[in-house]
């Protein structure tokens, strides 16, 4: 098999998998617990929380642990909504956000919330400007992700930050496909809440992390026990905690290495689609981008069939996002980019990770070459042209 869906998730790293084995059935105590078996569990809990702060230059009292990507989207924009509800109720955030973030703010409003869904440009940036024009006296929040999971566009982030701050308004990031992409160093980075998720930087599932800058009074979520300091009650997935950290520490020792590999698979990809298959496009933007992406537009195809073909060939690439695929409506995030209907259903994502080789690349080229022109065959449109 070839996975090439490294935005979806990504296999736990044989290292992780080692570090988390002893917290089932020897080190299983409860954090909470009050004797000596139960301090060593929450001790390194402390020292995943400082590896975790590390990794963006922040206080380790500043990391909550989370179930993950979506719990820390929900937390960051209820909590702060609940939190600020009597200074405003207005909140700004873009019409490509993920899932977690879109949907909670429809959850807002109809909890009586207003939100503005800035708009983006072809490459799926949101104007700087257009934001400083909307912002009104009742704005509480800025939510705008890191980078897009589906076109691989990195924002402003320092730009709406800066300029949020100045203003005297939250500002979150969904940050869960850019975190140990990018660096991120938040004494620098003027973002308030930054949401991230394990598995998709080679941790377990169903954990994660809510960066809250200290002073930030945001709400609890859960109600219960006092975990978290109180902010985030339930005992501690510890195991999957203790994966996270080893999948950090990972991450960032191989930074560099990681980095260079995927942009250099990146480019070599994207150059080899553009030049050898005729009728297709690049979407998102050539500079701004995250380095594992590519997401690609065929005229003449549905990529729904191309990904059904390349899945009988063993390899799995995603149309737009693994939220959307069960949904077969086109990609809100390719309709943010203005694609039209027709081109935006010709379109897969590749996302590529760095246990990835060259070799799986030439592989997948040759396959897609041949599935692209039988699909083709089909499409009454193609042949009239080749005519
Ligand atoms: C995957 C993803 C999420 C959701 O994270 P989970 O841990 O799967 O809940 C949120 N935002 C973005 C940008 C993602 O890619």
């Not at 402390?46 to 989207?73: C, L, N, P, W």
């Not at 980019?337 to 590529?352: C, M, N, V, Y």
Request: glycine content about 8%; hydrophobic content about 35%; some cysteine.
């Amino acid at each position: 098999m070839i996975y090439f869906d490294h935005a979806a998730t990504t296999a736990v790293h044989p290292e992780v998998v080692n570090e988390m084995e002893p917290y089932f059935e020897r080190l299983y105590g409860n954090p909470s617990g009050a004797y000596e078996f139960s301090a060593d569990v929450k001790e390194i809990l402390q020292r995943v929380r400082q590896r975790i702060a590390d990794s963006i230059h922040a206080e380790k009292e500043e990391i909550y642990f989370t179930s993950g990507g979506t719990e820390s989207d929900n937390w960051a924009l209820i909590g702060a909504a609940e939190g600020l509800k009597e200074r405003g109720r207005h909140i700004i955030t873009s019409c490509i956000e993920h899932h977690a973030v879109l949907r909670t703010c429809e959850y807002l409003e109809s909890r009586g919330y207003e939100v503005t869904y800035l708009p983006v440009d072809s490459e799926g940036r949101v104007s700087v400007n257009m934001l400083k024009n909307t912002i009104r006296p009742d704005t509480i929040l800025i939510s705008i992700m890191f980078a897009n999971n589906e076109i691989g566009t990195i924002q402003p982030i320092h730009e709406i930050g800066m300029f949020a701050r100045k203003q005297g308004i939250l500002f979150h990031t969904d940050a869960v496909q850019a975190y140990l992409h990018e660096k991120i160093d938040v004494r620098k980075l003027p973002v308030d809440l930054l949401s991230a998720s394990s598995h998709k930087f080679q941790g377990p599932k169903g954990v994660g992390f809510l960066y809250i800058r200290s002073g930030i009074v945001l709400p609890s979520f859960m109600h219960g026990g006092g975990q978290e300091r109180g902010r985030r009650a339930g005992t501690e997935n510890v195991p999957a905690i203790v994966g996270m950290g080893k999948a950090v520490a990972l991450g960032m020792r191989d930074y560099e290495v990681n980095h260079r590999k995927l942009l250099r698979m990146r480019e070599y990809l994207i150059r080899r689609i553009v030049t050898e298959i005729p009728y297709c496009q690049i979407n998102g933007s050539r500079s701004q981008r995250l380095d594992g992406n590519v997401n690609v537009s065929f005229k003449y195809l549905e990529g729904e069939s191309l990904i059904i073909l390349l899945d009988m060939e063993g390899i799995c690439v995603s149309a737009g996002s693994a939220c959307s695929a069960s949904e077969h409506t086109v990609s809100h995030v390719l309709q943010g980019i203005g694609l039209p209907e027709e081109t935006a259903r010709g379109t897969i994502r590749i996302s590529l990770g760095a246990e990835n080789t060259i070799d799986e690349l030439n592989l997948f080229v040759k396959k897609l070459k041949l599935l692209v022109e039988q699909l083709r065959e089909f499409s009454d449109e193609y042949q009239q042209q080749k005519e």
